[in-house]
């Protein structure tokens, strides 16, 4: 154990940097940005929350964050439960390929969807060959969602997988043995089991979906707006502080409530 | 111990006709079609794409097309001479570093004094050193623009330093702190209680306990800060790109297959680091920490 006298002098420097060039700006900018009065900016914001335009950028950003968190989660549990529980010499190799793409640029793995959607993509190609009109695939919905799923999949499978890990296998047997199906124990033993894994996944994909800027930016351009690519916009473009403080306003509470959710749901799984 | 040894039935007890013989349980890692089909489409949504840029690059034509005319290495002779994409390499590598290093500065200590101490509002302590996680990148990039570039007329790098040094905080005291963790802290106490003085005991105890962890987190700082887009995004000046801005910036100019080959040879890059990092540290290591 560390004395009073020490452990303040290995924290105090850190804390001084986080306070002063981090949590000071951050809260200047959402309350006071320089030159506009916090009046303006609850002002910005009330207009936001009541224009259409803005209310479907929001109401977009939470919609394809939802989605992508859903199919993150249906695509990311089995492959961490086959490589938990596989024996493999291959699962090694298998978990090393899904954690790989976190230490990849997000441009790189986003320039990927690109070539595939793209006008001369790969997937038009092959619609305009089987006599087809190809359809707009780029600059759609569809196209930011597959290209946060691919971003947020490997962070959805190390964490779903670090949960299913810690479950003792021997419990699936059991419950096998006594005569439950696969699907059962699936949904009956390992899923509750592994939930405050499952729901640290969920947060980490929510969060990161509704706030990543590059892939709505190549993906959806100005069609598809999200919150950030707006404030991205607001900030650089128009120069509207105002309302670039007033989306950022949006996306900090959205993504506090949702971690603050989700640390209340872990607590009480985590007791009962 | 499984099932199938609590099934068994006990050496030398006869068999009884009339029960019924032990269910025999197959392993749960047999075939599973559907949650094998799901992770087939989980693999391909993050692989395919990737493969694509990798065809794209050798591609022998002006623009992106499938299938390529030629093939041929022109690309990668294009982006290797592009001057703003190789002047923006050194500068993502210069910030990389020099950002990793503050953020261990910092981190590490905090990391040790969160694991080895307590007190009052520690709690609170810990949620201000991994806050930068959880408030989106883009308003900690606006933030920094207007109050240092805008407010105090800093220079770009500097301001680009700042914010990715606190982006960079939370992986410093997670990563180190989760193997300080499973460190047994009586290993100290017993180096003290043999009279080593507080700093032999950081240097000889202490430190080669923290190795794999710091390792870890400077790895990982390092491709965070490299990668970084939105903070980069924002704090970019005219005389400083970073890597990944400059390429976005290419994308929106020109649709040839330049983008690819840069893309490509970052890949090659991050495969030589994995290794790297699997050999010094596994990636169990350096992932597993984040999701403490």
């Not at chain 1, 154990?1 to 986080?18: A, D, E, N, Q, V």
């Not at chain 1, 043995?177 to 729901?199: H, K, N």
């Not at chain 2, 009339?18 to 693999?43: E, S």
Request: a positive charge.
């Amino acid at each position: 154990m560390l004395s009073k006298k020490s452990s303040l002098l290995l924290l105090g420097p850190g804390l001084l940097f986080i306070l002063i060039g981090f949590c000071l700006p951050a809260l200047m900018l959402l309350l006071a940005p320089p030159g506009i009065s916090s009046g303006q900016v609850f002002a910005r914001l009330g207009r936001m929350l009541q224009d259409p335009y803005d209310l479907t950028i929001i109401g977009r950003t939470m919609g394809l964050g939802l989605l992508v968190t859903v199919l993150c989660l249906a695509l990311g549990f089995p492959i961490a439960l086959l490589l938990a529980r596989s024996t493999s010499r291959w699962s090694g190799m298998l978990l090393a390929l899904a954690i790989f793409p976190l230490l990849l640029s997000n441009v790189v793995r986003t320039y990927g969807w690109l070539v595939l959607l793209g006008q001369n993509g790969v997937i038009g190609q092959v619609i305009s060959a089987m006599g087809l009109p190809a359809p707009q695939l780029l600059y759609t919905e569809s196209a930011i969602v597959l290209g946060l799923l691919q971003l947020f999949l490997p962070l959805a499978i190390v964490s779903c997988y670090s949960a299913v890990a810690q479950v003792d296998a021997g419990l699936d047997d059991a419950a096998r043995g006594l005569g439950a199906s696969r699907t059962r124990v699936l949904w009956t033993v390992t899923l509750p089991l592994s939930l405050p894994g499952v729901i640290v996944a969920a947060t980490l994909v929510f969060a990161g979906s509704t706030t990543a800027y590059t892939t709505p930016y190549l993906l959806g351009g100005s069609n598809q707006r999200m919150l950030a690519t707006q404030l991205f916009n607001y900030s650089t473009v128009s120069i509207d502080w105002s309302a670039a403080s007033a989306v950022a306003m949006i996306m900090t509470v959205l993504v506090f409530a949702v971690s603050a959710v989700s640390a209340a749901v872990g607590k009480k799984g985590r007791i009962s | 111990m499984t099932i199938r040894t609590v099934l068994r039935l006990p050496a030398g007890q006869p068999e009884n006709p009339k029960m019924t013989p032990p269910r025999t349980v197959q392993p749960t890692t047999g075939r599973r079609p559907v949650l094998g089909a799901l992770a087939i489409i989980g693999y391909m949504v993050m692989i395919v794409p990737i493969l694509f840029v990798v065809a794209a690059a050798f591609s022998g034509g002006d623009s992106l097309q499938f299938p390529p005319e030629s093939f041929s290495l022109k690309w990668f002779a294009a982006a290797a001479s592009y001057k703003p994409f190789m002047t923006a390499l050194v500068s993502s590598a210069q910030l990389a570093v020099l950002a990793t290093v503050l953020a261990l500065i910092i981190g590490v200590p905090a990391a040790l004094a969160l694991q080895r101490s307590t007190f009052a509002g520690k709690g609170w302590v810990q949620g201000l050193f991994l806050s930068p996680l959880i408030v989106p990148e883009l308003v900690v990039g606006l933030a920094l623009y207007q109050q240092l570039i805008a407010g105090l007329g800093t220079a770009t790098f500097t301001a680009l330093l700042v914010g990715h040094t606190a982006l960079l905080i939370p992986y410093a005291v997670r990563v180190t702190g989760a193997s300080l963790a499973l460190a047994d802290p009586f290993v100290e106490e017993a180096a003290r209680g043999l009279g080593a003085r507080p700093f032999k005991v950081f240097t000889s105890v202490t430190l080669p306990l923290l190795r794999p962890g710091i390792v870890s987190a400077a790895l990982l700082s390092f491709v965070t800060s490299f990668n970084n887009v939105p903070l980069s995004l924002l704090l970019q000046g005219r005389t400083f790109n970073t890597l990944p801005v400059s390429m976005l910036d290419y994308v929106q100019k020109s649709y040839d297959p330049m983008i690819a080959a840069m893309s490509t040879l970052i890949l090659a890059a991050t495969i030589v680091f994995a290794f790297i990092a699997e050999r010094t540290v596994g990636f169990a290591t350096i992932f597993g920490g984040i999701n403490k």
